[in-house]
């Protein structure tokens, strides 16, 4: 009952709140275009109306829930401008005959219908507002998010108090308006300059919402103490009844100890956020899903939007033969471990480095080795690693419950750091939603970690293929096809020399036939600086036994990789599906000598990494 009668206030508020107040002259404005009350009671009602579907539409259509924000913006906009300009131009339908011929007609009875106070011009401007009154009230998002799939009869009672306060108070404001205009003895003749200067202002906040810079006033808004989303946290804070429901919707159980932040801590407004902080794009162009929620038997696509409001997100981009990346995911397992009842949820986006990376069943597999249990999608043509604009593997952005980038880390390491970003967006969130969050939970240390020195690190990143081969020290770079290596007199730091018959392909080299097609033994030297020692590689058929030596003799039990055996006191490697394999784990950095002696055609070798 308390929260009903806070969703009524909170409605009122949304009024005066930042990001609304910007666009309350167009509410009064479009009101008094006519000496009529009818059209103040149509475009408030429409509003609130409007509100009311689309929030009940966000709960039961996952199509909605795609569609980028940018969208309603632009839709919002485009309305606006459009009775903007009718108000301008009485007559700039009846004099383009081109309307005609593009038959879009409906457009022009719409504009038309508007200068001559048509019931469905009204109603179709107040809907078109409806959702941006909506998208800054933290009463509303606890509506949405958490009592609606919770109680559908209570959260629809508490929405239907939001509506009624936000219309009901806007109605009021317009029709002070009009007594106001009438009071003045204002004319509002079709041409005159009232209408015009209101027509004037439906374009300006028209562009200004279509294209996102509304979010530059509602900034300055907040800078200059117009935050009344404060007032509804101090409400929302006394509302225990609703705390304990919310609680049990995201089955988030009180702990003992915990305590909501909403009175300790001070966040951001989302308005505030617009002028600090990026809004996340949308996953896109994907590929497969992989720990999503079944549907007819198949992961379900999942997207970032859906959680807006509700969680906090994690996007990982990785790849999974990327040691820097592998070396990230005890702690990315262990943050979902330890946070994903509280509100976080991450999703791994896999963009490949190579082409064996695509396939969704090599994916799965390694998901499956590694233990990954968070939702994985597959970004093979980049689309989602290029709308964050990201060049980077691995790369973490942490969005915020109101979908903007509040932290973002490329490559390994400052987990500590990436943790506190989780454990404050979370405590964020407690706040908004009014549940209890841990201020004192530690930081997480999980085992199985293995950390690199990259002062230490005296090797880089080698290639075989003939697209990125700059380190190959006999034979023709970037040449493509079969090629006789001869073995080399003395081996450099940080080279790469290839013995016997390699075919040379632009992602990889694959060992090849002896010249007349018999089977030929081929070699890899490499003299590196390091401590790990990692190789990206595969078979085009059954798996390959690999000899592993280390200064010219085979490896010892200590500086052995995970994945090297022994047999008749020699170390071996077997090569079979296409994967990142560990060769050498020494204790201590030093300068080494390696050799892989492979005895048979179709191995393919992609790249060293070093550690």
Same mark, same amino acid.
């Given at each position: 009952m308390l929260?009903?009668? /806070?969703?009524?206030?909170?409605?009122? +508020? #949304?009024?005066?709140? &930042?990001?609304?107040? &910007?666009? +309350?002259?167009?509410?009064?404005?479009? *009101?008094? #275009?006519t000496g009529s009350k009818a059209r103040a009671y149509t475009i408030c009602f429409s509003l609130g109306a409007s509100i009311f579907f689309f929030t009940l539409l966000l709960k039961v259509s996952s199509a909605l829930i795609a569609v980028p924000q940018s969208f309603w913006q632009l839709s919002s906009g485009a309305i606006l401008v459009l009775f903007g300009l009718a108000l301008l131009f009485p007559r700039l339908w009846d004099s383009l005959r081109f309307v005609r011929k593009l038959n879009i007609g409906s457009n022009r009875a719409l504009a038309v219908g508007y200068r001559q106070n048509s019931f469905w011009g009204d109603t179709l401007m107040g809907a078109a507002l409806g959702p941006v009154f909506a998208s800054c009230s933290p009463t509303y998002f606890i509506i949405l998010a958490t009592v609606l799939p919770a109680s559908f009869g209570e959260g629809l009672a508490d929405l239907i108090a939001y509506v009624v306060g936000l219309s009901g108070f806007l109605l009021i404001i317009a029709l002070a308006g009009q007594r106001l205009v009438d009071r003045l003895n204002v004319t509002i003749e079709p041409g005159g300059w009232f209408r015009r200067s209101i027509g004037m202002l439906f374009v300006v906040v028209g562009i200004a919402v279509g294209t996102g810079s509304m979010a530059r006033a509602e900034a300055w808004l907040l800078d200059h103490g117009f935050d009344v989303t404060a007032i509804e946290q101090r409400l929302l804070g006394s509302n225990t009844s609703a705390s304990e429901t919310q609680s049990a919707v995201l089955n988030m159980p009180q702990e003992t100890g915990a305590s909501s932040t909403a009175a300790s801590e001070a966040f951001l407004a989302p308005a505030q956020k617009a002028s600090r902080y990026k809004k996340a794009p949308e996953l896109t162009g994907l590929h497969?899903?992989?720990n999503t929620p079944q549907s007819a038997g198949q992961a379900a696509p999942i997207t970032i939007g859906e959680f807006k409001g509700a969680k906090v997100v994690l996007i990982d981009i990785w790849t999974y033969s990327c040691?820097?990346?592998?070396?990230t995911l005890p702690y990315v397992k262990a943050w979902y471990d330890k946070y994903a009842n509280k509100g976080l949820e991450i999703i791994g986006v896999h963009t490949p480095e190579f082409a064996f990376e695509k396939a969704l069943k090599n994916v799965e597999e390694a998901i499956r080795d590694e233990g990954i249990r968070y939702p994985v999608v597959l970004d093979n043509d980049y689309a989602t690693w290029n709308a964050f604009g990201n060049q980077y593997w691995p790369r973490k952005y942490l969005i915020d419950i109101d979908g903007y980038i509040v932290y973002d880390h490329a490559g390994e390491g400052s987990y500590d750091e990436t943790e506190a970003a989780i454990q404050q967006a979370l405590r964020e969130r407690a706040a908004r939603l009014h549940l209890s969050f841990d201020t004192q939970m530690p930081l997480s240390k999980p085992e199985g970690t293995t950390e690199a020195d990259f002062q230490q690190i005296g090797s880089p990143e080698t290639y075989f293929g003939a697209s990125r081969n700059e380190f190959l020290g006999n034979g023709v770079k970037h040449a493509t096809g079969p090629q006789s290596f001869e073995e080399p007199l003395s081996v450099a730091r940080n080279t790469l020399y290839l013995i016997g018959p390699w075919d040379i392909a632009q992602e990889y080299a694959q060992t090849g036939a002896a010249v007349g097609g018999s089977a030929g033994s081929a070699r890899i030297d490499y003299r590196y600086y390091a401590k790990n020692v990692y190789f990206v590689a595969g078979s085009d058929a059954k798996e390959i036994e690999v000899e592993v030596l280390r200064d010219s003799k085979p490896l010892e039990a200590q500086s052995a990789g995970a994945d090297v055996y022994?047999? %008749?006191?020699?170390?071996?490697?077997?090569?079979?599906?296409?994967?990142?394999?560990?060769?050498?784990? =020494? *204790? !201590?950095?030093? %300068?080494?000598?390696? =050799?892989?002696? /492979?005895?048979?055609? !179709?191995?393919?070798a992609y790249t060293f990494t070093f550690g």
């Open positions: 929260l009903f009668a /806070i969703s009524f206030v909170a409605g009122i +508020l #949304t009024v005066l709140a &930042p990001c609304v107040l &910007p666009l +309350l002259p167009v509410i009064v404005g479009g *009101s008094l #275009t497969g899903y992989i040691i820097n990346c592998k070396r022994f047999r %008749d006191g020699r170390s071996y490697v077997r090569i079979g599906a296409n994967k990142l394999y560990h060769l050498i784990g =020494e *204790s !201590g950095y030093g %300068d080494h000598f390696l =050799e892989l002696v /492979i005895p048979q055609p !179709g191995l393919q």
